[in-house]
């Protein structure tokens, strides 16, 4: 979406528009220039690709709004959209604001946030952000917008702070009311799987600290009919590269349409940092194609089925 405001007040031609998974780059570089502008650089550890991730998506983690004139990027706001029980609905939390230096005193800071308040205002939606109570020139800024400045104290966590107190506690549960009734499941229970699936994801974050498993997959489709022929589906996580699912029809086979599915699903997982790459196959499957393209077998169960196996196989990215 481009143009939500103009703003051409002393600055040339100057457009406000919704970046994109492609812009993480340049809105990487400005968030480490805000951090160190407020002294803060060494607390900066995301990635660029950490950052592509959080701006794609239908429903982003993270949005950003850019400044751009004549093909430069000369200031951003990113923001985050939370819900908050107080007003019953979803907030804006502005994140990161920052306008290149030779760029200030332009409007291109106000027409950033005019470009936020129609989004907000469309949407029903309020704004609160944190100020750096020693970054007297942005509250000016943001009185000049009509902002109100209130005074609260912020509590942070840290992480180091926040394991010490977890490991120190036991855990402690809720007790439960009545023995959980067990029942057998013969059918895939999507909503219950899928919540474990989420409480589980959940407790893998908490014990490591991180979160970052993703989708990663690639698709082969037919130009003239649209028809989908073929894909790898997968998820990167913790520094490994999972494959889930690879089906390629079978008119399409011995075409190394297999092997461009890997590759670039590897290379993305490359991209993404990953060391390693893991998948399960069945001895009647794919276990020779995988071999041909670097993966090594390092376990395998027989099926009850005579003469077939499951055949776990890994590959080193770097
Ligand atoms: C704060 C910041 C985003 C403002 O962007 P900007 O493009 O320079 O602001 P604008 O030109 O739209 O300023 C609009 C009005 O805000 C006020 N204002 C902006 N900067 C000001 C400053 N340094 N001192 C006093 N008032 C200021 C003025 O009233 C100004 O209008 P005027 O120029 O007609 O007097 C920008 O200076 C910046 O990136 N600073 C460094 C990073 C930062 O502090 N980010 C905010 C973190 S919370």
Known sequence: MRAETSAPRRSGTMHVRRADPAHAEVIGRLIRSLAAYEG??????????????????????????LAECRGEIIGMLTYTVD??????????????????????RKGVGTALFDGLARICAAAGMTARWEIESANASAQAFYRSLGVDIGPKIIARWSEHAIRERAASQPLV?????????LTLLSVADEPGRSHAAAALYQHNVDRTGIDDRAPVGAKLVEPGTGRMVGGLWGRTELGLLFLEMMFIEANYRGKSCGGRLLMAVENEARARGCLRSVVETSSFQAPIFYQRFGYQEFGRVPFGAPGHARIFMSKDLT
């Open 40 to 65: 803060h650089a060494a607390e900066v550890r995301f990635s660029d690709s950490q950052l592509r991730r959080a701006l794609s998506g239908g429903v982003p983690r993270l949005h950003a709004l």
């Open 173 to 181: 549960g809720l007790k439960p009311c009545s023995d959980p009734v």
């Open 83 to 104: 819900f908050a029980i107080w007003v019953g609905g979803d907030v804006v939390r502005v994140d990161d604001v920052f306008v290149s230096e030779s760029a200030r």
